[in-house]
T-cell receptor, first 113, second 117 residues
Framework: DAKTTQPPSMDCAEGRAANLPCNHS???????VYWYRQIHSQGPQYIIH???NNETNEMASLIITEDRKSSTLILPHATLRDTAVYYC??????????????FGPGTSLSVIP | DAGVTQSPTHLIKTRGQHVTLRCSPI?????VSWYQQVLGQGPQFIFQ???????GRGNFPDRFSARQFPNYSSELNVNALLLGDSALYLC????????????????FGQGTRLTVV
């Protein structure tokens, strides 16, 4: 699985968009970009994933660059409840017989009132 | 629907003891994985089990073992506890399709906080 690089921490004003960057320059053609988040003392929560097209769901949007070497997770209107550690992960897509998620240190996002 | 459930939520053990942690996956999920999360770090993969067989193992010593039961629940056992085993232990379940291929993302439980003193 490819390695990812994320800033260790970020701040965002409540109500504004939070843009969390991730570099994954060694990503392979069959590797997806996944995002999870972990609110303090809870288990990680899946947010979104994508291969090469931009993706959007009820939680967030995922923008992947054309060369797939970086991506951005966008929380459109951050709330205090979005304060968490956000993990960017690249791994072989879900249709694999070996389900292992490799977490890095992630980005600690603080949403400020 | 119930999510992934883990028990106990908190546990305090003494060095040298052993511990058993339990996990019940989401109904219908046949794959269970275990992760260790030390304070300030991301979760680290320990094991994956599917249909009662070990599918993968992370870089952990033989003191760590696990098993999966016919109802797909799982236990993680750690022997000869060390202070460094103090961590949040997370269980994740996934839905597996034909041929044992993962077809959903991993769903995590709330974890068991183990403190070794």
């Amino acid at each position: 699985d490819a390695k990812t690089t994320q800033p260790p921490s970020m701040d965002c004003a409540e109500g504004r968009a939070a843009n969390l960057p991730c570099n994954h320059s060694t990503i392979s053609g069959n590797e997806y970009v996944y995002w999870y988040r972990q609110i303090h003392s809870q288990g990680p929560q899946y947010i979104i994933h994508g291969l090469k097209n931009n993706e959007t769901n009820e939680m967030a949007s995922l923008i992947i660059t054309e060369d797939r070497k970086s991506s951005t997770l966008i929380l459109p209107h951050a709330t205090l409840r979005d304060t968490a550690v956000y993990y960017c992960i690249v791994r072989v897509g879900m249709k694999t017989s070996y389900d292992k998620v490799i977490f890095g240190p992630g980005t600690s996002l603080s949403v400020i009132p | 629907d119930a999510g992934v459930t883990q028990s106990p939520t908190h546990l305090i053990k003494t060095r040298g003891q052993h511990v058993t942690l339990r996990c019940s996956p989401i109904s219908g999920h046949k794959s269970v994985s275990w992760y260790q999360q030390v304070l300030g770090q991301g979760p680290q993969f320990i094991f994956q089990y599917y249909e009662k067989e070990e599918r993968g193992r992370g870089n952990f010593p033989d003191r760590f073992s696990a098993r999966q039961f016919p109802n797909y629940s799982s236990e993680l056992n750690v022997n000869a506890l060390l202070l460094g085993d103090s961590a949040l232990y997370l269980c994740a379940s996934s839905l597996m399709g034909e041929g044992g291929l993962t077809i959903t993302e991993a769903f995590f439980g709330q974890g068991t906080r183990l403190t070794v003193v």
